[in-house]
């Protein structure tokens, strides 16, 4: 029996086409969310406020399991998220929460990936580009502490999250 009740689902778009797929979705009455930020760009001209995807390749919909077909034919839309072979859907309270959070003036940043303290990452940018680190501990995406090994002693850094990802 298919299930008629009304749920969050996040939903996989090509590359760069979360905005036309959101636009896409509305034309054809299907409530859509896709979270954005503010990113101030810089042009060789120009300075612009724009908003951006905070998760890029995705948005979601409110859609029941009879509309998923509808969703899959909507230009810009690859795939719906699966896990344990079904298709995944999110509390409505995750949703609430995000919109609660991009209403604030927090800076966000999305990382695909989880770092603990203890673990081993690679310093992707700054003057200890591409070396190995034991992250100590993390305040905020502008603020964590490194541990340096591999010079021969340790040394405490502070850098930010966008700089460094897990070492696999």
């Known amino acids: 029996m298919i299930d008629n009740s009304y749920k969050w ?21 299907i409530t859509a969310y896709i979270p954005l930020k503010k990113e101030l ?6 300075k612009k406020i724009v908003e951006e995807p905070l998760i890029k390749s995705y948005l979601f ?3 029941s399991a009879k509309e998923h077909s509808e969703v899959l ?7 719906f998220l ?6 995944t859907s999110m509390p409505e309270k995750q949703i609430e929460n995000l919109k609660l959070l991009l209403a604030t003036d927090a800076e966000l940043e999305v990382f695909d990936y989880q770092i603990n303290p203890g673990e081993k990452v690679i310093i992707k940018a ?21 541990r340096l090994d591999n010079m ?10 966008a700089f460094v990802e897990p070492l696999h």
């Open 9 to 29: 689902y996040p939903v996989y778009t090509r590359s760069r086409a979360e905005k036309k797929a959101y636009q896409e979705l509305i034309r054809k009455n």
């Open 41 to 46: 760009k810089q042009w060789s001209d120009r």
């Open 61 to 63: 919909v409110y859609i």
């Open 73 to 79: 034919m909507t230009n810009g839309i690859a795939r």
């Open 82 to 87: 699966y896990f344990s072979g079904q298709i």
């Open 126 to 146: 700054g003057p200890f580009k591409d070396m190995v680190a034991e992250l100590v501990s993390f305040q905020n995406k502008q603020r964590i502490i490194l």
């Open 152 to 161: 021969g002693f340790a040394i405490q850094i502070n850098t930010s999250m």
